[in-house]
């Protein structure tokens, strides 16, 4: 399958939709980075959530400790899904490359799991991009599938997807290149609940912009 023929992320998310959330909306690590995320944030903070899919768990989860929620995605479907599940959040569909943004205008930066289907320069470009919207000491929670791959075609719940990643070791590096130094990191294997599924490796970790 040549580069044109791959399928776009927007268009795995809009046929994935509700179904995603189910396969991995038990993840106990997801929602101890978001604990942890909680903790330093002050009363009434201003989160971007970039790759904010159905608003669950991330968008709710901090929209409910009172936070302001601002979430963009890619998929139509996932941001109708969003906007109906946590209606305390603004959700926008789009490219987040594509958005103008005032610097360090958030108190933190949301990625989770969003960066697997850009490549590894647009993936660093969108953690420069998250460092350049924080303000100063603002934080960064940021998670991925630590594989050292680019371009690798396969298929997730389902659905055909190309898939680009680093290691643990220099996907680390690359979020203190973009800026940020990292606090806390946590590893786990996690099995998403679905038929299809298998145990992929997740990295979550904690950063401050430096």
């Excluded at 929620?69 to 959700?91: E, I, K, T, Y």
């Excluded at 320069?121 to 603002?138: E, F, H, I, S, Y």
């Excluded at 991925?144 to 396969?154: N, Q, Y």
């Amino acid at each position: 399958m040549d580069s044109a023929q791959q399928p776009t992320a927007a268009s795995v998310f809009d046929a994935l939709g509700a179904e995603y959330e189910r396969a991995f909306g038990g993840s106990d690590a997801h929602r101890a980075s978001l604990e942890l995320l909680l903790e330093r944030l002050a009363p009434g903070s201003r989160v971007l959530d970039i790759g904010s899919g159905t608003g669950r768990p991330t968008a709710r989860t901090l929209t409910d400790a009172g936070h302001e929620v601002f979430g963009v995605d890619v998929s139509p479907v996932m941001v109708d899904l969003a906007s109906r599940q946590v209606p305390g959040a603004q959700f926008r569909c789009a490219d987040i490359r594509e958005l103008t943004l005032d610097e360090a205008s958030f108190d933190a930066v949301c990625v989770y799991f969003s960066l697997l289907q850009l490549s590894r320069a647009d993936q660093q470009d969108v953690l420069r991009l998250a460092a350049r919207v924080l303000r100063p000491g603002g934080h960064l929670a940021v998670a991925t599938v630590p594989l050292d791959v680019e371009g690798v075609s396969g298929v997730f719940m389902g659905q055909p997807v190309r898939v680009t990643s680093f290691g643990a070791e220099a996907f680390t590096a690359a979020v203190a290149a973009a800026g940020f130094t990292v606090l806390a990191q946590e590893s786990t294997l996690f099995t998403p609940d679905h038929p299809a599924a298998v145990p992929e490796p997740h990295l979550f970790l904690l950063a401050r912009r430096t």
